[in-house]
């Protein structure tokens, strides 16, 4: 996957009708290869971005929709009757995107 792509996958998760983080929002689970798709883009746009790199606005907008809608996304995927571990992947891909916008500290 090209930063292109990671970005692409990004913004679709976030902002499209059938898009992973949005079918999470609405309590049902994508299936585990989406939701490791996102992990994977995310953690590719977190390297790429890291330092002092400006995070392009697009891709902020899509880590603030994730860490935003998280607690939603959990609830909502609960209260369908989701496993723990699909709820858990909620928390990691919240983590991931806040990753994504504090970059590396080192």
Do not use: W
Not at 36 to 53: E, P, T, V
Not at 72 to 95: D, F, H, K, Y
């Amino acid at each position: 996957m090209v930063i292109e792509e990671a970005e692409e996958i990004l913004r679709h998760a976030t902002h499209e009708a059938n898009g992973t983080y949005t079918i999470l929002r609405l309590g049902e689970h994508p299936g585990e290869d989406a939701v490791n798709n996102l992990k994977s883009a995310l953690r590719l746009i977190g390297r790429q971005f890291s330092g002092d790199c400006l995070i392009p606005r697009k891709v902020a907008l899509s880590c603030g929709i994730i860490m935003h809608f998280a607690s939603e996304c959990m609830r909502n995927m609960a209260a369908s009757g989701a496993s723990l571990s699909a709820i858990s992947a909620v928390r990691t891909l919240e983590q991931e995107a806040f990753n994504t916008l504090a970059g590396d500290d080192t």
